[in-house]
């Protein structure tokens, strides 16, 4: 505590995506004390879920897999307390949107949340929070620079914080205008290193447009409710009462990284009329009850970095991990933000 009663942290870890909650586990767990800062009014980052109408849509992340043994024992707490099951082993794929589709399992589990795609951050957020880690949402950071002692963090329309550690998250150009904000790609002295910034700058992301259709019946898509596509406008789509988490048809449909490219900046109601158009053999006759567009511009990393972190500054230490370091997805970005929560409290358990 500080003199005037404020609680005084170890550790600000920056982003409440699954990457940071599970950063934050490690730091908690070497006993540090920690808080997570996340923009956004929930947990969870890019595995998203919107209600629309009573319909409930997985908008970001729609399944998940589970290969390494770190990620593999967070998801069996998880299934246990209630909160993941196995989807599927595998989904229908087609060549294109008009189809035909053809049976596709290949016997790899896929998961979801039991509810919906946010219950494992929201799992792992109640978690670390009885363990003492304040997750604090609506709570968005615009710099970060550093004392040579003390990382400063400035947060919109709150006090600043000062910290000895901080784990960065956000997508990585967000955290590089994060870096800049604070004069910490300027600075030669207490600067982000050039090989650091080198490497982070070489990091590239897709977008993806994600448009969310509730039912008035059920939709044409056949069990067990998503379809890959292999080229054409449109990626994947996916029915999330076949899913097993919308009491309502419901459909999700993420256009190609090159359509999101292409269309980037054409007004939402444009996009979204388009691709409405384009999912119509999946509508069928239902009619759409109510519809919403989100535009993801860091949807999934094109370039990722072969380390699971990268230390952006040793003292005071600032690292940087989640889905585009060691390997993409909701696996690879839990398994960043351990190994970098790892690595952090072990520093600053030295230090
Ligand atoms: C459309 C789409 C489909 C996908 N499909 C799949 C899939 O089927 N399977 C799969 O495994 N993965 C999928 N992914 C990828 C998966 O969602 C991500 O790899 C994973 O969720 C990334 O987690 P993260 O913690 O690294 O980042 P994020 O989830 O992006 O978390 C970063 C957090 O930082 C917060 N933040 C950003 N800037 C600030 C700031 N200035 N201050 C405070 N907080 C900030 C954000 O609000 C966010 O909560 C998909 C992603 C998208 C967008």
Sequence with gaps: MTADGERR??????GAGI??????????????????LDKARGVGGRMATRRLADAVLDHGAQFFTVRGADFAGLVEA?????????????????????GPVVPAADGHARWRGMQAMTDLPKFLAAEVNAGGAEVRTQARVVGVATDGERVRLEIEDAAPLAVRGVVVT?????????????????DPAGGIAAEARRRLATVAYDPCFALMLALDRPSCVPAPGGIQFESGPISWLADNHLKGISPRPALTVHASAEFSRTRFDDPPDEVARTLRELAAPWIGSAAVVEQSLQRWKFATPTVVLDAPFVVATAAPPIVCCGDAFAGPKVEGAATSGLAAGRWLGGALACA
């Design 170 to 186: 956000t997508p990585v150009p967000q955290a590089l205008d994060l870096f800049a904000a604070g004069g910490l790609l300027t």
């Design 19 to 36: 990457a940071g909650l599970c950063a934050t586990r490690e730091l908690a767990a070497a006993g540090l004390e920690v808080i997570v």
């Design 9 to 14: 942290f170890d550790v600000a870890v920056i």
């Design 78 to 98: 998880a299934a246990a307390a209630g909160r993941v099951a196995r989807w599927c082993d595998g989904f229908s794929r087609a060549a294109g949107v008009e």
